[in-house]
């Protein structure tokens, strides 16, 4: 039987960089921002889903989705946030579901989730174990500015639009630190595979 792991975090704690360290180690890895961007590719009944709703102005000219544009009008506007949540939850979960089939049928031993809005969106009752990837939200919020660019009351909006990284870390079955260097997250991972 596989042991699936979820790992998650709020926005920019840094859960791509403990994911990129578990592919590394050669693990089946689902990205849950890869499956979303699948599901919204162009000609897909997802892109037109949220087409429907937003209008044809989040649209680049090659008609793919303009990502930025989406980006700053779901994060300004919690019901716009919601309702694309909405749409798109249907598609994504059904993707996932069929990536993690392919692998338990491939008897990987360890399937990490790479989810963001794990507990957001329910995804811990299919996890056997949750791996929160922790800093205070001093860092998340200096290291979001910097990784996109943003101006603080941008990134905090963006932090705001999920479950404060500080209740995460209290439903979290293990801890990942990464407010110290990126050696020091992936020692800490290391030390948690080790004991499996
Ligand atoms: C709004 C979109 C177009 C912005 O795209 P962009 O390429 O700029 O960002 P990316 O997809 O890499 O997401 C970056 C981070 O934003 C956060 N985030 C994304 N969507 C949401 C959301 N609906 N609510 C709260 N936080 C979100 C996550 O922490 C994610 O890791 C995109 O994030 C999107 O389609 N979001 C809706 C799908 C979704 O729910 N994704 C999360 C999968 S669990
Ligand atoms: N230990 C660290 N020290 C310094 N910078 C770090 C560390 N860990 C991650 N970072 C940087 O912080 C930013 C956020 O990290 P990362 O992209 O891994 O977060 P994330 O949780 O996956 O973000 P998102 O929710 O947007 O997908 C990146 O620019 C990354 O390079």
Do not use: H, W
């Not at 499956?35 to 429907?52: D, H, K, W």
């Not at 031993?109 to 989810?115: L, S, T």
């Not at 996890?127 to 943003?150: G, K, N, S, T």
């Amino acid at each position: 039987m596989s042991f699936v792991l979820g790992v998650t975090g709020s926005i920019a704690t840094g859960k791509s960089t403990v994911t990129k360290y578990l592919r590394d180690q050669g693990f089946a890895i689902i990205d849950a921002d890869q499956v979303a961007r699948e599901v919204v590719q162009a000609g897909t009944p997802g892109l037109a889903a949220i087409v429907t709703y937003f209008g044809e102005g989040i649209l680049t000219k090659e008609r793919e989705l303009d990502r930025q544009k989406l980006g700053t009008i779901i994060f300004s506007d919690e019901t716009k946030r919601q309702e694309l949540d909405t749409i798109l939850k249907g598609f994504i979960r059904t993707s996932f579901m069929k990536k993690l089939a392919v692998f338990k049928q491939q008897k990987e031993a360890v399937i990490v989730c790479d989810i963001p809005l794990l507990y957001e969106a329910g995804y811990d009752e299919l996890m056997d174990r949750v791996m929160v990837v922790y800093v205070p939200e001093v860092i998340q919020c200096q290291r979001l500015m910097a990784r996109d660019q943003l101006t603080e009351v941008e990134a905090r909006k963006r932090m705001a639009s999920q479950m404060s990284i500080e209740d995460k870390k209290k439903r979290a079955d293990i801890i990942i630190d990464n407010g110290g260097s990126r050696a020091n997250t992936y020692q800490q991972v290391a030390a948690f595979l080790k004991e499996q």
